[in-house]
């Protein structure tokens, strides 16, 4: 390689052994022993800097560094042209060391007749030759990257910096691969059994793993993950079934056949279609368990304020049974006792005659009133004779609805009507009377007052009825609270 200005002229050197009077060191002692000027080794250090650059840029060294050494060089040889006197035997203003010379030998007179050139045109001589050298420089060391990379060559080993942070990345743990179960579920004879839920539950899984099996009993699940799993059958027509707990590996196919027992179901419906007389039928029967203090009847009283109305059947049905109640025998027989006392009816006598007398009238009396205010006229007249408790409101309309009803009543209809079978079957009973009186006591003021009575000692059982029997009658529907 030859540089603008360089003392070797046109003499060429190799990267790897330099050939020619211009391997010689600038700056080195002459052969006659003399050292070099200032000048001279001024000279000496910048033609090293330059060689050590040529050097590296033929063994491809970093780009940093052949810069460094150019940039050096180039000032050294700057400053040169400047401090070192021109010499007409050299031509460019810069003195070639002894040794040098030496090697060089007798310089050519054509070259030392040849005028100096001005610095700053040697100078931009140097500057294009370094240009060159540092062009040259750049394009071999581009080849020796890609030739690095190549095949068969030896790459770069990563430094510290890549191996920390190749180290401190986290690497991906392998999932363990997903497991399957499959099976088959049959009934105790064998049967597949399709449409059946198999639910498969791990602990602390809040999603379960449901599969249906098909029509042949089968079923699949897979994508489980390894662990151990609760197994659970639900069958249309029996219990769930709860298998025993299955424990799956990585990737594992288990098969799980499973057996239940199915129970035979029948599905029955019923009609039920009653009339109204069927209902009203079955809220009489109700009544005659009712009991005031368990022994007092009270079959007249009804707690259901929509109560179906009484056929004629079931008028009869029920003053018959007051009538032959064991209470009303009890109490006819205590009211001869008063009526033997007191002496009246005198016609009937005293002594046991006189008894049997006034009890056999004093029943009739009871047998009587009944009939005729609570089977005869309300029949004939579609009347209710039951008494249909309020329990709600206030006690002065409670009070003034018990006393009204003696002269009120409901009709078959569900309507209010004046209670002509009360009080007319209470005047109807007091006359019929007279027909088992003794002569003496046959009076139409009797009559008229045993009328008033009866009539009168409704409204008193209408008020006990009201406001006492509720609480102390027994066998009376929880739901019967009177008016809603």
Known sequence: ?????????????????????????????SHDGSHPSTGQRRTRRSW??????EGRLCHGAPRGTLAASVLAYNKDMSGLAHSVPARPDIGDGLAAPPRIRSRLGAVPRRRQEAPALPASRSRGLRLAALVLVFGGGLSFHGRAQVTAGAP?????????????VQASRPRAVPLPSPATVAGTVLDAGGAAVPGARVTLIAPGDTVPRVATTDSHGAFTLTGLPPGTYQVKVSVAGSEPVAAAPVVLG????????????????????????ATLNDVAQAQ????????????????????????????????????????T??????VVAGVAGVEQAHKTFPGYGQGAEGYAKRYGASYADT???????SAILPAVLHQDPRYFYQGSGSTRSRLLYALVSTVLCRGDNGRLEPNYSHV?????????????????DRQASLTLRNGLIITGSGAVVNLLREFLSRKLTSSVPTFANGKP
């Open 367 to 373: 047998v009587a009133g009944r009939m005729f205010s």
């Open 152 to 164: 068969g060559t030896h790459s770069p080993e990563p430094s510290p910096a890549t191996e920390v």
């Open 48 to 53: 090293g800097r330059f060689a050590g650059a």
């Open 1 to 29: 390689m030859t540089l603008p200005g360089d003392p070797t002229g046109s003499e060429s050197q190799s990267c790897h052994g330099r050939t020619g009077p211009g391997s010689a060191r600038p700056g080195a002692p």
């Open 284 to 323: 009489v029967q109700e009544q005659e368990q009712q009991r005031i203090l368990g022994f007092l009847p009270n079959y007249y009283t009804s707690y259901l304020w929509n109560a179906a109305p009484m056929t004629t059947k079931l008028k009869f049905q029920l003053a018959l049974r007051t009538a």
């Open 250 to 273: 990585p990737g594992e196919q288990h098969d799980l056949p499973i057996v239940v027992v199915r129970l035979a179901t029948k599905q029955t419906t019923v009609y039920v279609h």
């Open 424 to 440: 007319l079957g209470s005047f109807a009973a007091a006359g019929f009377s007279n027909l088992y009186r003794a002569p003496q």
């Open 325 to 330: 109640d064991p209470f009303t025998f009890v």
